[in-house]
């Protein structure tokens, strides 16, 4: 799934919001076992070089977001931040 | 000028735990303590998978026991996680617990003696060509590394005890005192000062760390929420002389243990009382914290470690204790 393309459609005021609330989702995941393990250390590699709220960081967390959490965080972009767009395109991916 | 460390517990897939620590790095600790649990992830791989994503922050085992790893082991480690972060490699030692390594078949035995002997042979093994070693625990006989450490580890004594504490002075170059009620840290920093005094050394020649329960949160009850869990085990642990000193009743002390060992978690975490979670934990608002470390200052501290559970929602507590408590300590 192509979630660089993905992150240009959410709008740059949403997206601390964003990465804040999927960050907790996926720190408090009970499927924190099924993080797969090249998904894991590119996680931490974005974390260590910057925010996770520019394109690469906010690419990064949305794919392990939408890997462990994914009904709560389709559920987050669609209801809470009204991207059904975005909801769109990852479920067509 | 006190600075901060913080204590992990690798009971989590790695990546969560190397998250929370990235991101203490980039708030402004200088400290990160690994526990070395058996029952958890190993110790030696969660530190290397954070000397890779770190590059500042000191880090090192809080604390590591002579009984489970044999020193030259720990000296092996502590040298090869070296070269993954120079300069940054610190080691906790300390005795151990009973229960854990009962569990593995071991006994504690000599632990003051145990202990001193580990570091010795940790120092010399990072140090010298070649180690032979007569002592009453431990003995090695021209153990010798085929590559070159030449290094210098900062060794801190995780201590609780009065003659354990008294060591640590007398050998550390750090004491992590397992406290965090100005009470406990009082009388485990005067000992601390008997040990130095021993040697010739100052107070201020050691790194005297506070290593506490700690959480925090804007609401008070929710900080106090996620200490319960850690306080029962600490107050179920707690030594008579300590209970006395804080006046917890002992009975009700042990009537939790029993209930933690039965797995009766509602009955056990239930029991804490406010009075345990102000003995046992340093909880509360920022505020609160603030005022609880300041108090601990005056006993003579050097770092505070702020240990598990660090809030009801890790992520936030570390942003918080950035946010508002660290910058009153570093202006």
Not at chain 1, 8 to 22: D, Q, W, Y
Not at chain 2, 184 to 203: C, E, H, I, N, P
Not at chain 2, 296 to 322: A, C, E, H, M
């Amino acid at each position: 799934m192509d979630y660089h393309r993905i992150v240009k459609m959410i709008p740059v005021e949403k997206r601390e919001k964003l990465s804040t609330k999927l960050t907790d989702f996926i720190l408090k995941s009970k499927n924190a076992d099924k993080m797969p393990s090249s998904l894991a250390k590119t996680l931490l590699h974005h974390w260590q070089q910057g925010p996770l709220t520019n394109d690469a960081g906010l690419a990064v967390i949305l794919e392990v977001a939408v890997t462990l959490e994914s009904d709560k965080t389709l559920n987050l972009l669609g209801e809470e931040l009204q991207l059904s767009d975005v909801v769109t395109a990852i479920r067509a991916e | 000028m006190v600075e901060f460390g913080i204590e992990f517990v690798p009971s989590e897939p790695y990546w969560k735990t190397l998250f929370y620590a990235i991101q203490a790095e980039k708030r402004g600790f200088n400290y990160l303590w690994i526990t070395d649990h058996f029952n958890n992830r190993n110790v030696y791989v969660t530190l290397t998978a954070a000397a890779l994503h770190t590059e500042r922050i000191k880090l090192g085992p809080g604390v590591t026991n002579p009984y489970l790893i044999n020193p030259v082991i720990t000296a092996q480690a502590v040298a090869s996680l070296n070269e993954m972060a120079p300069s940054r490699v610190i080691l906790g030692i300390g005795a151990g617990d009973k229960t854990t390594l009962r569990s593995t078949g071991l006994e504690m035995q000599k632990p003051l003696t145990a202990v001193k002997e580990c570091v010795e042979i940790v120092r010399r093994m990072v140090s010298e060509k070649s180690v032979t070693f007569e002592g009453e625990v431990f003995k090695t006989s021209d153990a010798k590394f085929f590559f070159k450490p030449k290094m210098r580890i900062p060794v801190y004594v995780g201590a609780q005890g009065p003659k354990m504490l008294e060591l640590a002075g007398n050998i550390g170059d750090g004491v992590l005192i397992n406290a965090g009620h100005p009470k406990d840290v009082d009388y485990a920093v005067g000992l601390v000062k008997k040990g130095v005094g021993q040697v010739g050394k100052r107070l201020t020649d050691v790194d005297v760390a506070a290593y506490t329960s700690f959480s925090v949160h804007e609401d008070l009850k929710k900080a106090a929420e996620a200490a319960v869990p850690v306080v029962a085990y600490v107050a179920a642990g707690s030594p008579d002389v300590v209970l006395q000193r804080h006046g917890i009743n002992q009975e009700k002390a042990r009537k939790i243990g029993e209930a933690l060992k039965a797995g009766k978690w509602g009955e056990a975490f239930g029991s804490v009382s406010s009075e345990m979670i102000e003995a046992f934990s340093v909880c509360g608002t920022p505020e609160m914290c603030i005022e609880r470390i300041n108090d601990l200052l005056k006993s003579g501290i050097s770092q505070f470690v702020v240990g598990s559970p660090i809030g009801p929602n890790v992520r936030k507590s570390i942003d918080l204790i950035s946010e508002r408590i660290i910058p009153e300590f570093t202006r």
